[in-house]
């Protein structure tokens, strides 16, 4: 359910191709041919999490050509010639990119801008001519979740209420498939999918070092340690199931774990979080996608999670999600097997409670007809020694592949097939009054739920949006003192109501894409907001009419008395965490962006996955994420730095 690179999580399943394989590669480069044999059965109409051939149409010829032979669609390609590829693309895709233009006006908002789609290399490195030390403030942001906890709650923005109307893009810097940054003192850290692994002067945008050959979707983890020379490492999981640490002041490598996990279609999309002495580090898998092959013998992946020793990278201990043995199913009429359990990916990055030494984990849905315990739940980890504490299974069967339907001829299906309603969101341990704690845990069927830390014993469960394979709750939730902020996407229920509006499709229950916040002791709803309706323009769309999808899947930022969060339609607001009140926006995709990489008219587009940055007076924010949606994404993002009045 992740995004889009060498190497993919199932989250940019929801607009990656999915394609229907089977049959060897055709002799000739017909892209008809190529999509009437491989994509036609998930994409006319589509199906799942599947774009359709419409949505397909308006993307670029690159995006999807990358898609196909470095993307999540990579296992599902096999057999394709390069000619086939781009016979496929232009085939789906056959306008070119329109030049930039005035677009015409929306019927929700004011003129906005058309921009044209960039697909060619990122701009060039702009070298700070000096690189200070690495010196921490209060107001730092190290780790993806920012605490242990995984609150993303910064208690010393270096904001004030009377900022936050007043903040503006100071710079920006394009990057394809940025994630989320970290902020020390001075330092920025990202990582992205095109093998760029950034250290940035967060106050000006130029680069103090880069690594260029790590392809990356998590966020860097920069801690303090005696390991590294400089007495900074940061530490970043690749997308091939490699650990690497680096000299977070130099960029040196300290050290690279071996391959986590065999499976060819594993991958790392959670963050890997330090806890004391050791690294722990969430393994997840595309074997979802690799399913909708009929070459594909199906399923034999399993969740895990893995520590490392933080000054070697030797593995300490593995325990997978899966507890049952291996089991056959059936013989499918090519001659290979079906087997399970298999699944239990582990999507997001752990949260960690020293007090208790536990690790919590959530996990992703099963891929068989085996049911196994270790899907679609939430579990508690001896950090010590891997030891499962406790688990929790919120969803039973909920056993799914993608492309399985009337046409599907893969053979891997799970009948019946589950709703797809995995986790996608760190699970989060929040106070309440009493000096007690709750975890609280968001689930793309739309449920939150309240577990206790010590045993797991469900406390409460709370419904807070519709739900669908793309949320639902989907990257990420937060929370302070006082209440859990939950972002609600619906994106699937959005979808249908859009088909539905276009004269297709079953009707659709009312959506409720938003943000909620929850009283974390019993479950209850204080405020909902629901997503406004507003003007955006994709530049993938290459100045068609945009569906505006108004669906906040992405993780939230918490400061005292503010949460920020963004939109698939590029909106980007800051709410009053007491009412609920929006009391700041900014659109991402009215304007271009001149970077600092020189990129001229950089556009902005959806805002998904990890979420803003807070640090030291300034807001960090990636837009046009290449994420599970891929909604509004241009395939080259824009790292956007925001500070009062832009100074």
Request: aromatic content about 6%; hydrophobic content about 40%; overall charge neutral.
């Amino acid at each position: 359910m992740f995004s889009v690179g060498p190497l993919l999580s199932r989250l940019v399943v929801g607009a990656t191709l999915a394609l229907s394989l089977g049959g060897a590669a055709l002799a000739q480069p017909s892209g008809a041919a190529v999509f009437e044999a491989r994509c036609k059965a998930c994409h006319e109409p589509a199906m799942d999490r599947a774009p359709s051939r419409a949505d397909l149409a308006q993307r670029p010829q690159a995006d999807i050509v990358k898609s196909l032979t470095e993307g999540l669609m990579k296992p599902m390609a096999e057999g394709l010639s390069p000619a086939e590829i781009q016979a496929v693309a232009a085939y789906i895709s056959p306008a070119a990119a329109a030049p930039a233009a005035a677009a015409p006006a929306r019927p929700t908002g004011a003129e906005m801008p058309q921009v044209a789609v960039r697909t060619g290399p990122i701009g060039t490195d702009p070298m700070c001519s000096v690189n200070p030390p690495i010196t921490p403030t209060s107001g730092d942001w190290a780790s993806t979740g920012l605490d242990d906890q995984s609150t993303r709650f910064q208690r010393r923005p270096g904001l004030s209420a009377a900022d936050i109307p007043k903040l503006k893009v100071k710079w920006a810097f394009s990057m394809t498939g940025g994630g989320q940054p970290t902020v020390v003192g001075d330092w920025l850290f990202v990582t992205n999918r095109s093998g760029h692994f950034y250290a940035l002067d967060p106050k000006s945008g130029c680069v103090r070092w880069v690594v260029r050959d790590l392809v990356s979707r998590t966020t860097p983890m920069v801690v303090r340690s005696a390991i590294s020379p400089s007495g900074w490492a940061t530490f970043v999981g690749q997308s091939d199931r490699i650990v690497r640490a680096f000299d977070a002041q130099t960029g040196k490598e300290l050290w690279r774990s071996a391959v986590l996990d065999p499976h060819p279609v594993g991958v790392l999309t959670g963050s890997p979080i330090v806890a004391d002495d050791r690294l722990l580090v969430p393994i997840s898998s595309i074997e979802e996608a690799a399913a909708m092959s009929k070459s594909y013998a199906c399923c034999t992946f399993r969740g895990s999670v893995a520590a490392l020793d933080l000054k070697t990278g030797k593995l300490l201990w593995k325990t997978s999600m899966v507890p049952e043995p291996v089991r056959h199913v059936r013989e499918k009429d090519n001659g290979l097997n079906v087997t399970g359990p298999a699944g239990a990916a582990i999507w997001g990055a752990p949260s960690v409670d020293r007090k208790r030494g536990l690790v919590y984990v959530t996990t992703g849905d099963s891929y068989t007809d085996v049911d196994t315990v270790g899907a679609d739940a939430v579990v508690a980890l001896d950090i010590k020694t891997g030891k499962i504490r406790w688990r929790d299974q919120v969803t039973e069967k909920d056993n799914f592949v993608m492309g399985c339907g009337r046409n599907s001829t893969s053979g891997n299906c799970p009948t019946p097939l589950g709703p797809d309603f995995d986790f996608g969101a760190t699970p989060v341990l929040i106070p309440v009054k009493g000096g007690k704690q709750v975890l609280v845990a968001g689930q793309k069927s739309g449920l939150a739920y309240g577990f206790d830390p010590d045993t797991g014993k469900r406390l409460w469960t709370t419904q807070v949006g519709v739900g669908s394979a793309l949320g639902g709750i989907e990257w990420g939730i937060g929370g302070d003192d006082r209440y859990a902020y939950i972002p609600v996407s619906d994106l699937g229920v959005l979808f249908a109501a859009f088909r539905q509006g276009e004269g297709g499709g079953a009707p659709a229950p009312p959506a409720k894409p938003g943000l909620s916040a929850l009283d974390p002791a019993t479950g209850r709803i204080v405020w909902h907001t629901p997503a406004p309706e507003a003007p955006c323009v994709y530049a993938s769309d290459k100045g068609k009419p945009s569906r505006c999808a108004r669906a906040q899947s992405a993780a939230p930022a918490i400061i005292p008395g503010f949460v920020f969060q963004g939109a698939l339609d590029g909106w980007f607001r800051a709410y009053d965490s007491a009412s609920g009140k929006i009391v700041w926006e900014h659109s991402t995709t009215a304007q271009t962006y001149d970077t600092v990489n020189g990129i001229k008219g950089q556009p902005g587009g959806g805002i998904d996955g990890m979420g803003p940055t807070v640090a030291n007076g300034m807001v960090f924010l990636m837009s046009g994420n290449n994420g599970a949606a891929r909604v509004g994404s241009n395939g080259v993002n824009v790292l956007l730095a925001y500070s009062v009045d832009g100074k």
